[in-house]
């Protein structure tokens, strides 16, 4: 079992930067593929990006570019930085794994990031 605990949420200014951090419980860390996902109010949840073990990444089209998904499995613990932040990206922000040889799947709790002056 992984429990996923994030942390580094809150309010910040259109074109700030903000970092979040998503720390895995357990032993399984290099077999979980961990990616990012956001909910906008009134709006369905979105895949942000995904960091394989290996630390390849994807992106979504509306954060490429300005969001950086990393990785430390040394630590356990996988990031998201978000730079040049817009209005639009403030939502409820979940870490998500999915373990490559099991195919369980694991939600963080959610962190609220606001973007507003």
């Known amino acids: 079992q992984v429990q996923l605990v994030e942390s580094g949420g809150g309010l910040v200014q259109p074109g700030g930067s903000l970092t979040r951090s998503c720390v895995a419980s357990?032993?399984?860390?290099?077999?979980?593929?961990m990616s990012w996902y956001r909910q906008a109010p009134g709006k369905q949840r979105e895949w942000v990006a995904l960091?394989?073990?290996?630390?390849?990444?994807t992106y979504a089209y509306p954060v490429k570019g300005r969001f950086t998904i990393s990785r430390d499995n040394a630590k356990n613990t996988a990031y998201l930085q978000l730079n040049d932040m817009k209005p639009e990206d403030t939502g409820v922000y979940f870490c998500?794994?999915?373990?490559?040889?099991?195919?369980?799947?694991?939600w963080g709790q959610g962190t609220q990031v606001t973007v507003s002056s």
């Open positions: 998500y794994a999915v373990h490559r040889v099991s195919r369980e799947k694991y």
């Open positions: 960091v394989t073990p290996g630390s390849g990444t």
């Open positions: 357990g032993s399984s860390f290099s077999l979980l593929d």
